[in-house]
């Protein structure tokens, strides 16, 4: 029989600990308790606390600050989980000094301090910048969607909302009415509790959305269309993902190429990264302006951004800062000759099995236009663009779509309301070749376009990868666009410290 040794709980041991000694240098705690105690300026954050002659003392700011950070660091990001780490591990007793705040002040700091994160993110900034860290050769900006605190089930035009508030009004007269039935028969006294518990629901729930309606006017987009707003976050807005549609933020990360330091970090409750670039781009040449780095970032450094903020007016405003910059467009890889293999690849697509323009008769000369069942088309767009090419565009009238036996061979879905349209393309020489599109085209489809933009992907991809996997950062945990953004720097800040504290920056 083996004999194991003995194992005595019921002894006593005193453990001695030092908590500086715990912080051991060159590791990522050893970097922020530096940075806190040493480098980095929080009185921003005393504008938050009126206790100078009453009340008790509170927090210091650059405990509660580490503790976040480091919490972050370890992907822990509920407050009542960091309350416990505080009681429970020794490395946050280290940095905070046996603090214990409860998960409530910690919540609370994290969520009314964006404007004071905001300052610790730049002056984390500037010891990267004073430390050699970034470059300023080339920046690369990229976003991701992530969930917030809000359900897309709050969320909808206010002609949306409305109609939900109808429902569920009508839906609490329908139990009512069914309750009073009941009542009348001698009720089944947990059944009437429970149903009185769903109308008590139901009523809040619709008084929730008529108080949003009244106080809140439609949510409209830059062309003026209305967005849908979120009952719970009006801030917030939905998203499509690869993985389904969510209700969130877009947090957009500006990255330098040296070292893939964030140098500008922002979250917005915008459906299209698009309308991102201007101000993100604005405010990270304030910021350097701000610290005295540099008069003109947009002018000296590069830029490299994917089709998700390819827009003409992006281009324009682009060429106007003089900036060097590198947007790709949606077909960019489909003209990329070392991806012409690619399609060999892809499993074969299933033949189109509607007429294409070339079945048309088109005649160039009287901009005329028949099907092929022989019906004229009629003209409705001279010089349509699509994908930098310009065409005339033509649709088949809907009376004559409707009841026509080719249908299924000319629409896209047999059962589609609406009729055919086709564009049949100028020839390549009546383009403008010099249009800002097709500038950009040629730029990024040279040799050395090419081998700028390839290292985009080197220079943005990992802090989201860090973020998103290391840190395991899936959601926003807050509402409202400042203390989402306030998050998001937070996160930006535990990447930016763990970079000075891996290239020995610090300590
Ligand atoms: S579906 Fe419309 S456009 Fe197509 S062949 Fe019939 S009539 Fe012509």
């Not at 779509?401 to 020489?429: M, T």
């Not at 959601?475 to 410290?497: C, E, M, P, S």
């Amino acid at each position: 029989m083996p004999r194991y040794k003995p194992v005595n709980l019921a002894q006593d041991a005193f453990v001695p600990v030092c908590f500086e000694k715990q912080i051991l240098p060159g590791t990522f705690e050893y970097a922020l308790h530096h940075l806190m105690e040493h480098k980095v300026d929080l009185s921003a954050f005393d504008a938050y606390y009126d206790n100078d002659n009453r009340g008790a003392r509170a927090y210091d700011p650059k405990v509660l600050l580490k503790i976040v950070l480091f919490a972050y660091s370890r992907g822990i990001i509920g407050s009542r989980r960091i309350e416990r780490a505080c009681r429970e591990n020794i490395q946050f007793m280290a940095l905070s000094g046996q603090a214990m705040p409860d998960h409530a002040t910690i919540a609370a700091f994290i969520s009314r301090s964006p404007e004071a994160i905001q300052t610790v993110f730049q002056e984390v900034l500037l010891v990267c910048e004073q430390s050699g860290l970034v470059g300023r050769e080339m920046f690369a900006i990229d976003g991701v969607k992530l969930p917030s605190n809000a359900s897309k089930e709050w969320s909808g035009t206010h002609d949306e909302l409305a109609a939900k508030a109808r429902k569920l009004d009508r839906a609490i007269r329908r139990m009512l009415k069914a309750h009073r039935a009941e009542d009348e028969k001698g009720e089944d006294p947990d059944l009437g509790h429970y149903t009185r518990q769903q109308i008590e629901k139901l009523e809040r729930q619709s008084r929730k959305i008529k108080a949003f309606l009244k106080h809140n006017a439609p949510k409209l987009g830059p062309k003026g269309k209305e967005r849908k707003s979120n009952v719970t976050d009006q801030e917030s807005a939905k998203l499509a993902t690869g993985k389904g549609v969510i209700q969130g933020y877009t947090a957009v990360a500006v990255t330098d190429a040296k070292h893939q330091i964030i140098v500008e970090a922002q979250a917005h409750g915008v459906p299209q990264e698009q309308e991102l670039l201007q101000p993100i781009l604005e405010d990270l040449q304030a910021q350097y302006q701000a610290l005295g780095l540099s008069p003109n970032i947009h002018g000296q450094t590069r830029l490299t951004a994917d089709a998700g903020f390819h827009s003409t007016a992006n281009l324009q405003w682009l060429e106007d800062e003089y900036c060097d910059a590198y947007i790709a467009d949606n077909r960019f890889r489909k003209r990329d000759p070392r991806f012409a293999e690619a399609e060999k690849y892809k499993p074969p697509k299933p033949l189109p099995k509607r007429f294409r323009p070339r079945d048309f008769r088109y005649d160039p000369d009287q901009l005329t236009c028949t099907c092929p069942a022989g019906k004229a088309l009629y003209r409705n767009g001279a010089n349509v663009r699509i994908n930098g090419r310009t065409g005339i565009k033509f649709t088949a009238p809907k009376s004559a779509c409707e009841p026509c036996h080719l249908r299924a061979k000319c629409l896209q879905d047999e059962h589609q309301k609406s009729p055919r349209q086709v564009v049949f393309f100028h020839p390549k020489e009546e383009q403008q070749p010099q249009s800002l599109i097709d500038k950009m085209k040629q730029k990024i489809d040279s040799l050395r376009g090419r081998m700028i933009y390839s290292r985009r992907l080197g220079t943005v991809e990992p802090p989201f990868g860090n973020l998103r996997y290391h840190k395991g950062l899936n959601r926003f945990t807050l509402r409202g666009r400042k203390k989402v953004d306030g998050q998001w720097k937070l996160y930006a800040l535990v990447h930016n410290i763990e970079k000075l504290a891996h290239y020995g920056a610090i300590g």
